[in-house]
């Protein structure tokens, strides 16, 4: 079984900064496709960023390519989502998720998918003030 835990949410100016934490507990070793979601009030639940293989790839959506970056530490069972120049559309629940079976190029394509992921984390409060 997987367990998602998420933290560093809050509430920032717009311009301001936050890094956002998923800590993970995984029952083997493999690779996996990881990525962060966020949702707003009334709003679908929406991809932000993707990684696998140990950070080598990474995916943006195009409104937070430039601004965000995903990073992985795998000896540390950490997923980190660092977010600069915060503007209020980013404000939002936001939610690490990961898959059940081994990651692969095949996630390139498919990252963005929210049902391609098993398991969720409860989600980090992010709100940004103009």
């Known amino acids: 079984q997987v367990r998602l835990v998420e933290s560093g949410g809050g509430s920032v100016q717009t311009g301001g900064s936050l890094t956002l934490t998923c800590s993970y507990s995984v029952d083997d070793d493999a690779s996996r496709c990881m990525a962060w979601f966020r949702q707003a009030a009334g709003n679908e639940r929406e991809e932000v960023a993707g990684i696998y293989s140990h950070g080598l790839r990474a995916y943006y959506a195009d409104s937070v390519k430039g601004r965000f970056t995903i990073s992985q530490d795998h000896a540390e069972n950490a997923l980190y989502l660092r977010m600069d120049d915060l503007k209020p559309a980013d404000t939002a629940m936001y939610y690490c998720?990961?898959?059940?079976?081994?990651?692969?190029?095949?996630?390139?394509?498919?990252?963005?998918?929210?049902?391609?992921?098993?398991?969720w984390g409860q989600g980090t409060q992010v709100t940004v003030s103009s």
């Open positions: 998720a990961t898959i059940r079976t081994a990651c692969g190029s095949w996630f390139r394509e498919q990252w963005g998918h929210r049902r391609l992921y098993h398991y």
